[in-house]
């Protein structure tokens, strides 16, 4: 009955995405929405898992629920293909009769060690990849390493120097079968959505080439430092960036522990700020970053923190600024500033940076998508930037443009009080 039912659905499936049941190491669709993308890998994945036990982990970047998996997909698709008799959907997971289960998790909340742990994973599917870090690939790729298993990939681009598309568009590995789909190989589109597709090409085409036709963009959309960004590329100013070991490198943060912890290094070289590299990872402790700091060969210099770098811990009674004084580094916490401040410092400097495209590249990902939040329906908030996977890399170029904007007065010597109640943005746990 399995086989009957397999054949029946395989003969649905468009041409276009046949080879997702023929085995290839690496399997990649992309393009515009509504391209049958993640519905076509959804149900491969079940009808593979029915015919033989499979560990199958599905992954996003980040993923702090799980209604923001795959798995309401997955459990449509067991009703659509009429397998609950053989799969059992649970709330954290779907368990299949013979053994196949599917696990849901986001790599950018994960350690190396937890993802480490999913050695013995028959296929990975990273969905809405176009998000996903070049730190995130490089701690999953030689992760999965059983015989014969499987990384797939299905995602909507977005930006041309996004790690993703380069890594399985612009230089797929040779073993990679990579396809582009359309909204054109959906024979199964609804008239709902056709109608919308026809609307928005006729009214706004250039939108409608990137979110149906999978065009890329520079920035996001509504991207903060939009024309900071084209300026660079315009001026050749987003390359190679050598260091010069005769100059100190600083390093300019964003501080977290729940949420992720930025870092750029720069050298001050004449009138250039020189951004050779870039640190970025979450939960973990600060001799993570120290070693990561000091295995890159650098003659390190000052550490900018934000404000928060001098609040001290209620776990250990010692503030970052503390910690950081203890292994040896010289610090200075900057005070505390308004957000457009910072962003206002930051524009300011900004044709005077220099970044290292290769390097940076996690960090100058992360500048492309910072973006304001909603605009306040009352119109009397301030509109804020949203806090983000993109936040953070744009926090920590605000250390280093307040940094230079705010000269370090004497009295900056001695720790700073915090304020009687901080108030942060989002989630923070000192550095224990």
């Given at each position: 009955?399995?086989?009957?039912?397999v054949?029946?659905?395989?003969?649905?499936?468009?041409?276009?995405?046949?080879?997702?049941?023929?085995?290839?190491?690496?399997?990649?669709?992309?393009?515009?929405?509504?391209?049958?993308?993640?519905?076509?890998?959804a149900?491969?994945l079940?009808?593979?898992?029915?015919?033989?036990?499979?560990?199958?982990?599905?992954?996003?970047?980040?993923?702090?629920?799980?209604?923001?998996?795959?798995?309401?997909?997955?459990?449509?698709?067991?009703?659509?293909?009429?397998?609950?008799?053989?799969?059992e959907?649970?709330?954290?997971?779907?368990?299949?009769?013979?053994?196949?289960?599917?696990?849901?998790?986001?790599?950018?909340n994960?350690?190396?060690?937890?993802?480490?742990s999913?050695?013995?994973?028959?296929?990975?599917?990273?969905e809405?990849?176009?998000?996903?870090?070049?730190h995130?690939?490089?701690?999953?790729?030689?992760?999965?390493?059983?015989?014969?298993?499987?990384?797939?990939?299905?995602?909507?681009?977005?930006?041309p120097?996004?790690?993703?598309?380069?890594?399985?568009?612009?230089?797929?590995?040779?073993?990679?079968?990579?396809?582009?789909?359309?909204y054109?190989?959906?024979?199964?589109?609804?008239?709902?959505?056709?109608?919308?597709?026809d609307?928005?090409?006729?009214?706004?085409?250039?939108?409608?080439?990137?979110?149906?036709?999978?065009?890329?963009?520079?920035?996001?959309?509504?991207?903060?430092?939009?024309?900071?960004?084209?300026?660079?590329?315009?001026?050749?100013?987003?390359?190679?960036?050598?260091?010069?070991p005769?100059?100190?490198?600083?390093?300019?943060?964003?501080?977290?522990?729940?949420?992720?912890?930025?870092i750029?290094?720069?050298?001050?070289v004449?009138?250039?700020?020189r951004?050779?590299?870039y640190?970025?990872?979450?939960?973990q402790?600060?001799?993570?970053?120290?070693?990561?700091?000091?295995?890159?060969?650098?003659?390190?210099?000052?550490?900018?923190?934000?404000?928060?770098?001098?609040?001290?811990?209620?776990q250990?009674?010692?503030?970052?600024?503390?910690?950081?004084?203890?292994?040896?580094?010289?610090?200075?916490?900057?005070?505390?500033?308004?957000?457009?401040?910072?962003?206002?410092?930051?524009?300011?400097?900004?044709?005077?940076?220099?970044?290292?495209?290769?390097?940076?590249?996690?960090?100058?990902?992360g500048?492309?998508?910072?973006?304001?939040?909603?605009?306040?329906?009352n119109?009397?908030?301030?509109?804020?930037?949203?806090?983000d996977?993109?936040?953070h890399?744009?926090?920590?170029?605000?250390?280093?443009?307040?940094?230079?904007?705010?000269?370090e007065?004497?009295?900056d010597?001695k720790?700073?009080?915090?304020?009687?109640?901080?108030?942060?943005?989002g989630?923070?746990?000192?550095?224990?």
């Amino acid at each position: 009955m399995v086989e009957r039912q397999v054949r029946k659905i395989d003969a649905e499936f468009p041409p276009k995405v046949k080879f997702l049941f023929a085995p290839h190491p690496y399997k990649v669709l992309y393009g515009g929405r509504d391209g049958i993308k993640s519905w076509s890998a959804a149900r491969a994945l079940l009808l593979q898992g029915v015919q033989k036990p499979l560990r199958i982990l599905c992954c996003r970047e980040t993923q702090q629920s799980i209604r923001e998996s795959v798995h309401q997909l997955l459990s449509e698709q067991v009703k659509a293909l009429g397998l609950e008799y053989f799969y059992e959907v649970l709330q954290f997971t779907i368990r299949g009769k013979n053994g196949t289960e599917f696990i849901f998790v986001g790599l950018l909340n994960m350690s190396v060690t937890q993802i480490k742990s999913f050695e013995s994973i028959d296929i990975a599917w990273v969905e809405e990849a176009q998000v996903v870090s070049k730190h995130s690939w490089t701690v999953l790729l030689p992760t999965i390493r059983k015989p014969g298993s499987e990384i797939w990939v299905t995602f909507n681009p977005e930006l041309p120097t996004d790690d993703t598309y380069l890594r399985w568009v612009v230089r797929p590995p040779p073993e990679a079968v990579v396809v582009r789909t359309s909204y054109l190989d959906n024979q199964w589109l609804s008239a709902e959505s056709r109608m919308k597709i026809d609307f928005l090409k006729a009214t706004d085409p250039d939108e409608f080439d990137h979110v149906y036709g999978g065009a890329m963009r520079s920035t996001v959309e509504g991207a903060i430092y939009k024309a900071e960004i084209h300026r660079a590329e315009a001026e050749g100013r987003l390359t190679v960036v050598p260091y010069e070991p005769s100059k100190a490198v600083d390093t300019y943060w964003d501080l977290g522990y729940a949420d992720m912890v930025s870092i750029w290094f720069a050298q001050v070289v004449g009138f250039e700020y020189r951004i050779i590299d870039y640190l970025e990872d979450n939960r973990q402790a600060l001799d993570f970053y120290v070693s990561k700091m000091q295995a890159k060969g650098y003659t390190l210099g000052t550490c900018v923190l934000p404000w928060d770098g001098g609040v001290k811990s209620l776990q250990t009674g010692r503030s970052i600024r503390e910690l950081l004084h203890t292994k040896g580094f010289k610090v200075r916490v900057l005070p505390m500033m308004k957000v457009f401040e910072g962003i206002n410092a930051v524009r300011t400097i900004f044709h005077q940076c220099w970044f290292d495209s290769e390097k940076c590249a996690d960090g100058l990902a992360g500048l492309r998508r910072y973006q304001w939040g909603e605009m306040p329906q009352n119109g009397v908030a301030r509109r804020e930037p949203l806090h983000d996977t993109a936040s953070h890399p744009a926090d920590a170029l605000r250390s280093l443009a307040m940094h230079i904007r705010v000269p370090e007065a004497k009295q900056d010597k001695k720790p700073t009080p915090p304020p009687a109640t901080p108030r942060l943005p989002g989630p923070y746990v000192p550095f224990g």
